[in-house]
């Protein structure tokens, strides 16, 4: 009887036997982790594990993204991670091996066959390699690391977050052909009237292509991560960049684009701002260091240490920017930071997902057999 049950869900033939699927078999958690990679381009294991497997063990999450690598729907290389804080102190830092993972071509075309993005421009933007191709050398990847780690730290909040209906990530984004390419965009799509259940908060809302609802608003951000190596000329290319292209964000996202660059020292800090000014002194654009972004209590990266690069003063990132008739720029802040706090939900609240469940008690019942046979070996 019970096979018979669990047969019937299966696809048969007239023979009586299985159709076997010409896809590799992934789960929920596993597809998320592909739509991350594709979005975000490369990725910790730790991050993914935040991301789309937060109830499962790091070495569990280390295995499945193994054989993913075998089924060349991710793929991965060995790097050395050093924290943001010790990369000045040579005798002193700490460099931990790990490894990074990143979309292959055959996961991006995966994600298209089981039509897993809902929005074609977001399954055409996707990042992704062939695993068998060049990978990116050490200066590229700690940069785009940085990327990464802002991006992962984002969606984290806005998954637990009540006020957000919607998030938009991509980064390499070309805004305009052979003219820009952004380290990041990233949109939020809130609704400050009207909060989400808390039942409803889970996994990443990722953005599916819906128009905009009457009561909501889009903030969205360009990220600029400067690694120090950059030339003053290439800063103020920049920055005209961002000065003069505002009407194409507003065709593209359907509101100005707020410029933050995440610098890594004060003083670099201080350079970019002396330069903003004498190119854009009205302009919207603010800055930060990766520990001032991270360093805020908990809250997350949108309520770090954010200052304006025309006045010098504290920025709130969730204030819609607008350009009325006369070309003058107006700020609306959207939210403040008690706010926020007050309408994030706590993750270990909700309950789990069937596939976090059953990961869970497959860990449970490996680690006990491994102590049954330890047990056993002692014994004889």
Not at 311 to 328: C, H, K, S, W, Y
Not at 367 to 378: G, K, L, P, V, Y
Request: positive net charge; hydrophobic residues 40%; proline residues 4%.
């Amino acid at each position: 009887m019970t096979t018979a049950k669990k047969a019937s869900n299966r696809a048969i033939d007239d023979q009586g036997l299985v159709i076997p699927s010409a896809i590799p078999s992934l789960d929920r958690q596993e597809l998320t982790a592909l739509r991350a990679l594709g979005r975000l381009e490369m990725m910790t294991a730790e991050q993914i594990q935040a991301i789309a497997m937060p109830n499962l063990g790091l070495e569990s999450v280390r295995k499945r993204l193994r054989q993913m690598e075998k089924d060349e729907v991710i793929w991965g290389m060995a790097t050395r991670l050093v924290a943001a804080n010790e990369a000045r102190m040579a005798r002193k830092t700490r460099i931990h091996g790990t490894r990074i993972y990143g979309l292959a071509d055959v996961g991006k075309s995966l994600l298209e066959t089981l039509e897993v993005e809902t929005d074609p421009l977001t399954m055409t933007r996707l990042v992704s390699r062939d695993p068998r191709g060049r990978k990116p050398d050490a200066r590229t990847l700690a940069h785009d690391l940085q990327v990464s780690w802002w991006c992962t730290n984002l969606l984290l909040s806005a998954a637990r977050n009540r006020f957000v209906r919607g998030v938009y990530v991509q980064t390499e984004f070309v805004t305009k052909a052979d003219v820009q390419r952004v380290d990041a965009i990233v949109i939020l799509r809130l609704s400050p009237d009207d909060l989400r259940d808390p039942d409803e908060i889970g996994g990443v809302p990722f953005f599916d292509g819906r128009p905009k609802r009457p009561g909501e608003v889009d903030i969205a951000f360009a990220i600029e991560v400067d690694s120090g190596i950059e030339s003053l000329s290439t800063i103020l290319k920049k920055i005209q960049m961002y000065r003069d292209l505002q009407e194409r964000y507003v065709q593209l996202f359907g509101v100005p684009l707020l410029v933050l660059f995440l610098v890594q020292t004060a003083r670099r800090a201080g350079q970019f701002a002396t330069e903003f000014r004498s190119l854009w002194p009205d302009g919207f654009g603010v800055i930060t260091t990766p520990l001032g972004a991270a360093n805020n209590g908990g809250a997350g990266v949108l309520w770090g240490d954010y200052r304006s690069l025309a006045t010098g003063r504290p920025f709130n990132l969730l204030t819609q920017v607008m350009i009325d008739a006369t070309g003058e720029t107006l700020y609306f802040e959207i939210l403040k930071r008690q706010q926020w706090l007050k309408a994030t939900v706590d993750p270990a609240a909700n309950q789990w997902t069937p596939e976090q469940v059953n990961g869970r008690l497959g860990g449970l019942a490996k680690a006990a057999n491994r102590r049954a046979r330890e047990q056993a070996s002692r014994g004889g």
